[in-house]
């Protein structure tokens, strides 16, 4: 990478998402709710006095044949009396020897019938009364044996006691039919109301379903472009992490090879001028040493001892660093050389336990950014193991792997969890970024107490 990338543009506003109207729903869910229970209501109502109607009609019209009944058994009586009377036929006075056990169940289920009317009920007493008296009149005349119409040409009390009964019976028939006709009307004009509010009601239920079909289509229409908004708001943060992503990898990538640029420049500068200037200082001092008078050199001679030796710990100080900072053996023998004399430079010190090193006899040359970066993540493997592992055997291994080169920094330590790393702990992050960088892989293999396997995969056909 040549330039800086550019910064990074601020992520546009997410647009607004409509909200679901639920408020309405319920409340049109809410009014079926309640005119459904008052039709259920209204019908139950509608049932239960559409039903007392008809018991009253059946009652009543049970007393009118009772009363029918009465006035009927009455007459009969007296005609089989009459036809006796007149004939001496013992044959008609049949039914009104028969007669009397009618006429008193006629008059006990008249009595028992529920009356409402007081004055009705006194009647029906009364009627009881003038039965009595009736049926003993005709026992009297039976008795005699002689019509009373053959001596009372009114046909006496016994005909006023029958009319009187006639005319109380017809009153009763009368009021109770009167109160049929009450009933019946009033059973319609319920009908009538019933229908109406069946018609309002049912309406009603009627246009709230069509209101919450309408609600639901909507909501359903909503939901739909809400999962569309989500959806493309979704695909746009992925781009947008996607692209951020990739100019953080290529920022990243910039700042690795640049960092190597500058660390071969200064090793470059150090190694040429520092070098050239401490050599020749040195050089200077020799010639002044052999040149001087032995007598003249004598009283100086400690101090030149110390400036050589000044001079060659600068001279090995340079060496370190430009080792440290360009990596001695990498470009002139190569990455396996390089490997091997790794645990001999001083950046990684003493880990503490035994190394075993298993490089492969020799490598086909590699890309010089290949080489480097798995040299610098060996490197960086073996500092942390240094610092952290408390290992006593640790393993650097580089073999080739089918179309894969593979380095592996392998210690029985400590162990740490891959997963739980601080944010200012770049060593791993570097290594993964450098393999990332040549399209391989590092897995990280770790647990507490457990040791650490740090394996990277670089492909190698690639290289050829
Ligand atoms: N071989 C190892 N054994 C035990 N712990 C390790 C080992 N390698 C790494 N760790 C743990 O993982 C952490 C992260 O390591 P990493 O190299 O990323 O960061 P660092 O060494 O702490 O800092 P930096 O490398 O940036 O100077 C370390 O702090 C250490 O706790
Ligand atoms: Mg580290």
């Known amino acids: 990478m040549d330039s800086m990338p550019e910064p990074l543009p601020l992520p546009p506003a997410p647009s607004r998402l409509p909200r679901p109207r639920a408020g309405l729903l319920i409340a049109v869910l809410l009014l079926s709710f309640v005119l ?8 139950q109502w509608q049932t239960e006095s559409s039903r007392a109607a008809l018991e009253d009609l059946r009652a009543r019209s049970v007393r009118l044949h009772h009363l029918d009944t009465l006035l009927l058994q009455m007459l009969d009586a007296e005609s089989s009396v ?10 008609y006075l049949r039914p009104y020897q028969e007669g009397q056990a009618g006429l008193e169940a006629t008059l006990g289920a008249l009595r028992a019938d529920a009356w409402t009317d007081e004055g009705q009920r006194e009647t029906v007493d009364h009627l009881a009364l003038l039965i009595d008296m009736r049926w003993s009149l005709l026992t009297q005349a039976i008795e005699r044996g002689v019509p009373p119409t053959a001596v009372q040409p009114d046909g006496g009390t016994g005909k006023q006691v029958t009319d009187d009964i006639r005319a109380r019976i017809l009153t009763l028939r009368a009021a109770t039919q009167a109160e049929i006709d009450a009933t019946q009307d009033g059973a319609f004009a319920r009908f009538a109301d019933a229908r109406t509010m069946n018609r309002v009601l049912g309406a009603s239920v009627l246009a709230l379903l069509l209101v919450l079909v309408v609600v639901l289509y909507r909501q359903d229409r909503l939901r739909e ?3 569309q908004l989500l959806h493309s708001e979704n695909e746009r943060l992925h781009t947008e992490v996607a692209h951020r992503t990739q100019e953080l990898s290529s920022l990243a990538s910039y700042l690795t090879n640049a960092r190597e640029a500058e660390k071969a420049r200064l090793a470059r500068e150090l190694h040429d001028e520092l070098g050239a200037l401490l050599t020749a200082a040195k050089l200077d001092a020799g010639w002044i040493v052999r040149t001087l008078p032995a007598d003249s050199l004598a009283p100086l001679r400690g101090r030149f001892d110390r ?3 000044t001079l060659n710990q600068g001279i090995a100080l340079k060496r370190k660093v430009v080792a440290d900072l360009r990596p001695p053996l990498l470009s002139e023998l190569g990455l396996v050389e390089a490997l091997r004399a790794l645990p001999d430079s001083g950046d990684i010190g003493e880990h503490g336990g035994a190394l075993e090193i298993d490089l492969p006899e020799s490598l ?6 290949t080489a480097l970066a798995l040299y610098r993540i060996a490197q960086e493997a073996l500092t942390n193991v240094r610092r952290y592992a408390q290992a006593t055997r640790v393993r650097l291994r580089l073999r080739i792997e089918g179309d894969e080169l593979e380095l592996t920094v392998e210690d029985n330590g400590v162990g740490f969890d891959p997963a739980a790393r601080g944010d200012d702990r770049h060593g791993l ?17 770790s647990a507490p107490g457990q040791g650490t396997r740090i394996t990277a995969r670089v492909p190698f056909a690639r290289m050829h």
């Open 364 to 369: 086909p040359e590699l890309p010089p950014p």
């Open 36 to 43: 459904g229970l008052a039709w259920l209501v209204a019908g």
């Open 82 to 91: 009459r036809g006796y009377l007149l004939t001496r036929n013992p044959v």
């Open 429 to 445: 992050a570097g290594m993964a970024h450098r393999v990332q960088m040549l399209a391989g892989r590092l897995d990280i293999d």
């Open 307 to 309: 400036l050589l030796d």
């Open 225 to 227: 472009r809400m999962a």
